[in-house]
């Protein structure tokens, strides 16, 4: 699907007025629909939901490239990471995995909503949360042949 950039097409103003169904419809369909105005400023139609979403992405985008950045840095310490700070007690080899995870998920929120990101960062919070405890991640990555209480059969 194209989006309104892409597709060249670009409304007047005095189309707003004449053909607001067209106009209308077009900013309905993704990536909304582009409206030039008298003085040659353009502006675009989106529905509030796009433009939420988009703006959901970029934050989680920027956060994603300070992490990378701290990562190349070889910074460790959690403040570095700004909103990602949770991810402090994961080794280096799983954030570049959350990281690769946590964008590979973000290409696809226009389509899915944030849904799928907020699960996969609530799991990796979840495995640094387990991680930060020295004690709980030996006993949940123990033998796991060995039960931890006597069972009968």
Same mark, same amino acid.
Not at 49 to 67: G, I, K, N, T
Not at 87 to 107: G, N, R
């Given at each position: 699907?194209?989006?309104?950039?892409?597709?060249?097409?670009?409304? @007047?103003?005095?189309?707003?007025?004449?053909?607001?169904?067209?106009?209308?419809?077009?900013?309905?369909?993704?990536?909304?629909?582009?409206?030039?105005?008298?003085?040659?400023?353009?502006?675009l139609i989106a529905a509030v939901s796009e433009v939420s979403r988009d703006q959901y992405a970029l934050e989680h985008l920027r956060s994603a490239?300070? =992490?990378?950045?701290?990562?190349?840095?070889?910074?460790?310490?959690?403040?570095?990471?700004?909103?990602?700070?949770?991810? =402090?007690?994961?080794?280096?080899?799983?954030?570049?995995?959350?990281?690769?995870?946590?964008?590979?998920?973000? @290409?696809?929120?226009? =389509?899915t909503g944030p849904g799928p990101v907020e699960d996969l960062l609530y799991d990796w919070q979840q495995t640094a949360r387990v991680l930060a405890?020295?004690?709980?991640?030996?006993?949940?990555? =123990?033998?796991?042949?060995?039960?931890?209480?006597?069972?009968?059969?």
């Amino acid at each position: 699907m194209l989006s309104a950039l892409e597709s060249g097409v670009v409304f @007047q103003s005095t189309d707003l007025a004449r053909r607001s169904r067209t106009v209308m419809d077009a900013a309905g369909k993704p990536g909304g629909a582009l409206v030039r105005d008298k003085s040659g400023r353009t502006f675009l139609i989106a529905a509030v939901s796009e433009v939420s979403r988009d703006q959901y992405a970029l934050e989680h985008l920027r956060s994603a490239a300070v =992490a990378m950045l701290m990562l190349i840095r070889d910074k460790h310490d959690s403040l570095s990471y700004g909103t990602l700070s949770w991810m =402090a007690p994961l080794s280096d080899e799983d954030k570049l995995a959350f990281l690769e995870e946590f964008l590979a998920t973000l @290409q696809s929120v226009s =389509a899915t909503g944030p849904g799928p990101v907020e699960d996969l960062l609530y799991d990796w919070q979840q495995t640094a949360r387990v991680l930060a405890d020295p004690e709980l991640a030996a006993r949940l990555t =123990a033998d796991i042949e060995t039960p931890e209480h006597p069972v009968s059969v």
